[in-house]
């Protein structure tokens, strides 16, 4: 069973499980600030679920690789939206701080 770590803790789940779901499930704290109330349930749209994973996830989607593509995100930047990523195995998961998760406040 695949295993999700993140803020210390360690979360199993199912092959295939939505990592936004699993995290949220947990009660971990996957949004910062604001962003907990106003995010897009998932849709790929607002980009404040904006994690690093490192470990055995899903290939980027393309709704994915669209919104990190735009600002306040950039392409380059390696992170992954957590309503995207299907946990396929081990994964280690770390928020960036900020409100879209870019490490600035």
Do not use: I
């Amino acid at each position: 069973m695949p295993t999700v770590h993140f803020e210390g803790r360690a979360v199993e789940c199912l092959p295939g499980s939505n990592l936004r779901m699993v995290l949220l499930r947990a009660r971990l704290p996957l949004y910062n600030s604001v962003a907990a109330a106003l995010n897009c349930r998932g849709n790929a749209v607002c980009g404040t679920c904006a994690v690093r994973v490192e470990g055995e996830a899903s290939p980027p989607t393309p709704a994915e690789q669209r919104r990190l593509s735009h600002f306040p995100h950039r392409p380059d930047a390696g992170l992954r939206l957590a309503c995207q990523v299907s946990v396929l195995g081990e994964l280690r998961v770390t928020k960036p701080p900020g409100v879209f998760g870019r490490g600035q406040r």
